[in-house]
């Protein structure tokens, strides 16, 4: 019989230990001191659990080996001294094994106690879907549906809420996310607002089934004045045939990849048969095919609301109003499209848009629709029946070639015409397709020039600190890498110093800096016309008018800029675009800009002199996070605050940045 040495048997021994259970660190009788396992970490999704080895006879941490379970099943891959928690150990409870030959030649086996078991981490919903508004005199429900993702399963749902009462008015929603709204039009507060530019919101309190908590503002305006306006020529179409619709329709020489359409449109109130069965109105864009089915997209404007045709998942919650002009505006993107994949389209009726992201096209017919718009298509009614009552108006027609709308592919407003010209095919010089059919050229009430509204709020920059200019700053949170600005401004014609030196006002977009050379564009708003600050090779041709409202929208793009390529800035003013496409940022510090826009700053005066007897007014502030003007960064129509309240530092409640000086809450009609 062979004999095994005490040697031999202390070098062949095998330790064998349960961390948090052996505490004999002693040697055992042939001399080796058990090795220590300690396993620390909280077993939490997402948290790293460490081993950690101990040896009194010392141990090489390359030699030793790992091997972690959960529960009874081995984790493949895990061989390390740490292991980060995934969702598959969920529920189980994680041990870990290590084996190893110590400095003194003894070999080690240990296994840990087991941790309790893993808890996952809730991921919180988002939503969208969280605006809508409504007129003051709609008593029929507001119905929306908000839409809550939620990567844990059977957590995309609402919590319920049934008749719950609000600030103005009573609200339930469904699990589902659908909801309804029913306004209280006899509130006070509701029936004395005067027009669509006076409103007041109803801040809804939602929460989804994991407890993450989202608001949905509901705006509520004025209903529109109609009447009013200064005299304007529009389109107008009429349905009496008994086979066809009334239609205009324009068709552009080639398909146009991207692009957007601007419209004004008015339908009447009776657009309806004879037996009373309302008919539709129709905004369409089209490809090769103008079968409706293959429409890129096709607004039909009801009775009582909009609806897109074949896409029911998105509702759409700004209301429709008979009788009165409305604004239409349609982006459209087949850059990326193909037989199977669809253009991406936007929405926005009167300043608010449909859906927060691009939406796809629900076209039946990609194959027609993949190289983008071919058709601009404006219908009333069917081929069924006929109206003998109504008309659908149509004014202010624009077509881009590119998203942004810098560049016209056709416009027309119709003043180029005489009172009762016809737009169909007997009419030579009419510019509309051959289906074109019961449009003629009408005078009507402008869209543009609706009656003033007295008590509107805007925000008042005057300069009267011989050290600094007046001005209202807006910072954002983090740099925005595209986006768009629109705001509406008021220079009052005295903008001079007591000595009679005329003054500008500014409207700039500027990067991590503020010194003025550095913006990404800065507009100068001077005595009688436009200048952009260090862009002497852009000539503006609009005329700046003093003492009017003015329009200004400015796109920037700094996806591809760097600290040697500067971003690309595009300007409109009053619907007109200043180039015909893109430009370059003058900025003088490239990498001051190359993130996009961190600053909106609104600047009347210098540093140097005072302008006693003159204001600038900025109202209906809007910074969106693209291009189109789909995502909402901030916004300000500064009705929310009382006329005098200051948006300086001194008042707490205003978003504004400190740099913000002599600018108050004022009351200008618009």
Do not use: H
């Not at 349960?18 to 001399?31: E, Q, R, V, Y």
């Not at 077509?399 to 056709?410: E, K, N, R």
Request: charge should be negative; proline fraction near 3%.
């Amino acid at each position: 019989m062979r004999t095994l040495t005490n040697k031999t048997i202390a070098m062949t021994a095998i330790a064998l230990a349960i961390a948090g259970c052996n505490s004999d660190t002693l040697p055992d009788k042939n001399g080796n001191s058990f090795g220590q396992l300690a396993l620390s970490g909280t077993p939490l999704v997402g948290e790293t659990l460490t081993a950690t080895v101990t040896d009194a006879n010392g141990v090489d941490a390359s030699a030793i080996s790992y091997s972690w379970m959960a529960g009874s099943e081995t984790i493949v891959g895990a061989t390390s001294s740490t292991f980060t928690l995934t969702d598959a150990e969920v529920g189980e409870s994680i041990t870990v094994s290590v084996s190893y030959t110590d400095n003194d030649d003894y070999e080690e086996r240990i296994k840990s106690s087991g941790t309790s078991s893993v808890v996952g981490v809730d991921v919180p919903a988002t939503f969208s879907g969280l605006t809508a508004s409504v007129a003051n005199n709609v008593s029929e429900d507001l119905t929306g549906v908000i839409v809550i993702n939620d990567d844990d399963p059977g957590e995309d749902m609402a919590e319920v809420q049934t008749g719950v009462a609000t600030t103005f008015g009573v609200f339930s929603i469904e699990a589902s996310g659908a909801w309804t709204y029913t306004l209280d039009t006899s509130n006070a507060t509701i029936s004395s607002l005067v027009d669509e530019t006076d409103s007041v919101t109803d801040t809804v309190a939602i929460a989804s089934v994991d407890g993450t908590t989202a608001e949905l503002v509901i705006t509520i305006f004025g209903a529109p004045t109609t009447g009013g306006g200064e005299p304007t020529l529009a389109a107008k179409i009429t349905d009496s045939m008994t086979d066809d619709a009334g239609e205009l329709r324009y068709k552009l020489d080639s398909a146009v990849a991207q692009g957007k359409l601007t419209v004004s449109f008015l339908k009447e109130d009776k657009a309806e048969t004879a037996d009373g069965v309302a008919k539709d109105a129709y905004i369409g864009l089209f490809g090769e095919s103008t079968s409706t089915s293959n429409a890129i997209v096709d607004l039909r404007i009801q009775a009582d609301k909009f609806v897109i045709r074949d896409q029911d998942d998105i509702p759409v919650s700004v209301p429709f109003i008979p009788g009165v002009w409305t604004d239409v505006e349609m982006t459209w993107d087949a850059s990326a499209a193909s037989a199977t994949v669809a253009p991406l389209v936007t929405i926005t009726i009167n300043g608010t848009s449909v859906t927060t992201d691009a939406f796809s096209s629900a076209s039946s017919s990609l194959s027609d629709v993949m190289g983008g718009v071919r058709y601009a298509i404006f219908k009333l009614g069917d081929n069924s029946s006929t109206i003998p009552d109504a008309a659908y108006y149509v004014d202010d027609i624009k077509l881009y070639s590119d998203i942004a709308g810098t560049t016209i592919a056709f416009e027309d407003d119709f003043e180029g015409y005489s009172e009762g010209d016809s737009l169909d095919t007997d009419n030579g010089a009419s510019p509309y397709n051959s289906s074109t059919a019961e449009a003629v050229v009408e005078l009507v009430v402008g869209s543009g020039e609706q009656p003033a509204n007295p008590d509107n709020k805007v925000a008042q920059i005057t300069d009267n600190m011989t050290d600094d200019a007046g001005e209202l700053r807006y910072k954002t949170d983090a740099a925005i890498a595209q986006g768009k600005l629109t705001v509406a401004f008021f220079k009052e014609d005295k903008a001079e110093t007591a000595d009679g030196v005329a003054k500008d006002a500014y409207i700039g977009l500027y990067g991590e800096s503020t010194s003025t050379s550095n913006a990404i564009i800065d507009l100068r708003i001077q005595a009688d016309k436009f200048v952009i600050r260090n862009k002497d090779d852009i000539d503006v041709t609009i005329p700046f008018v003093p003492d009017t409202w003015t329009e200004v929208e400015m796109t920037w793009d700094a996806t591809a800029a760097s600290a040697s390529v500067a971003p690309l800035v595009t300007l409109t003013i009053n619907g007109t675009s200043v180039t015909t496409e893109a430009f370059s940022s003058a900025s003088q510090s490239l990498s001051d800009v190359m993130t996009g826009v961190r600053y909106a700053i609104f600047k009347l005066g210098d540093n140097s002199s005072t302008l006693p007897n003159a204001a600038y007014f900025v109202d209906d502030v809007k910074l969106y996070s693209d291009t189109a003007g789909t995502t909402i960064v901030f916004e300000d129509d500064f009705e929310g605050y009382s006329e005098g309240d200051s948006l300086d530092t001194d008042n707490a409640a205003s978003p504004y940045n400190s740099s913000t000086a002599e600018t108050v809450v004022a009351v200008k009609a618009r």
